[in-house]
């Protein structure tokens, strides 16, 4: 029921609004700090012997690798160049943005796919749609912002501190090219999604309301993404790459991790497997790092939306309906992350493997996730004269 009122509030708002997106790429200096692990160059894998050996000391049962193999912490700090997208509609830039922070295997490319004509963008819709502006950018050591050591620099901690930092300057209108926004919302996909919650962890009031896609508080499974994966090194595929970055060993890792059965275009697997970004060792043994479910829960007062697929593979094991102690489902447990939120909500789309993005079900998905902000009051201002913004309007 929940699901058809978000698509009923979404229909009646795409009446006032429908343009096509105006955007710009952008590399934004970020300024963040945070204490990464210290782990021993011996884990770098430098052969693909060492990177099996690594998934299958990651994936061991009963043991925790990143545990028994943390030497210490150490601080790290600098201004990093982040590459962006930020898009707004063709009639102005309304007064609410929306972050998006791709997972595992993506750079900013996954909201915006070029598959089809762009017929999967989620930023078509978002902004040429729904009205919002959006910015996706390349998470820190990924895609076309700033690389670096695979191990003990490109970690969770860091880039959860340069998202921090980015959707504060977004608020602050700090960002050369960008408008002050007076919302922020953050729109996460899988590691994208874990890092939302280890962000509110740190920092309640950084967003206004937040979408968690292809997610739930269920890490046991993460095991079933590494070993689907049959990781590589990259550096041979893509050689700007260090040893350190991994990629999926083909296409079958590909389906078999991000893919419902029977529900996306078979030939999106070739497109993903030439367009895919590699993620980092260090990634992988700082997977949850700050926002494992059993830590306490965030302050967060904003409107919460969990949506995943189905047959979400990491996430549930490839069963999404199944129940977890007092909830209906394993993405409605993640509610208990979010006692203090002023709304919260489940959905699970139907067929959609992990990959929200790239099945056909997308259109039901970028519905109820900007529908969810819209009918809770985080939709772009709108009048009959046009997008209203502190210090004036834009037409439309």
Known sequence: ????????????????????????????????????????????????????????????????????????????????NITATYCQPAAGAPDVIQVLTHGIGFDRGYWNLAFNNYNYSYTNVAVGTYGFATLAYDRLGIGE????????????????????????????????GIPKFEKVLHVGHSFGSIQTVGVLKMDPNVWDGVALTGYSTQSLYFDFFE???????????????????????????????????????PTILPFLASTGAPPTVGEFLT????????????????????????????????????????????????????????????VIVPGSGHGLNLQYTHPFTYAQVNGFFIEHGLGPSWSGSGWHRRGGSKSH
């Open 287 to 346: 997977l949850t790092a700050g926002s494992a479910a059993d830590g306490p829960p965030t302050e967060f007062t904003g409107p919460v939306l969990v949506i995943s697929g189905q047959n979400d593979l990491p996430f549930c094991g490839g069963n999404c309906d199944q129940s977890f102690t007092g909830y209906p489902t394993l993405p409605a447990a993640a509610q208990r992350l979010f006692p203090n939120a002023s709304a919260y909500q489940t």
């Open 1 to 80: 029921m929940a699901a058809r009122i978000v698509l009923l509030v979404a229909a009646l708002f795409v009446n006032h609004c429908v343009s096509q997106p105006s955007c710009t790429n952008l590399t934004i200096p970020v300024t963040a700090s945070a204490r990464n692990g210290r782990f021993p160059e011996s884990l770098n894998p430098q052969t693909e012997v060492e990177v099996t050996n690594f998934v299958l000391e990651l994936t061991r049962q009963g043991t925790n690798f990143t545990q028994a193999s943390l030497e210490g912490y150490a601080t790290v700090s600098g201004t990093f």
């Open 145 to 176: 912002s700033q690389h670096g050591d695979p191990l003990n620099f490109v970690q969770s901690w860091i880039q959860m501190a340069t998202l921090e930092s980015l959707s504060n300057m977004l608020r602050e209108g700090s960002i050369q």
């Open 227 to 265: 070993l689907a994966s049959d990781f590589v090194e990259a550096q041979p595929l893509i050689p700007e790459y260090p040893l350190g970055y991994l990629a999926p060993g083909g296409t079958a890792a590909l389906e078999e991790d991000l893919l419902g059965p029977n529900e996306f275009d």
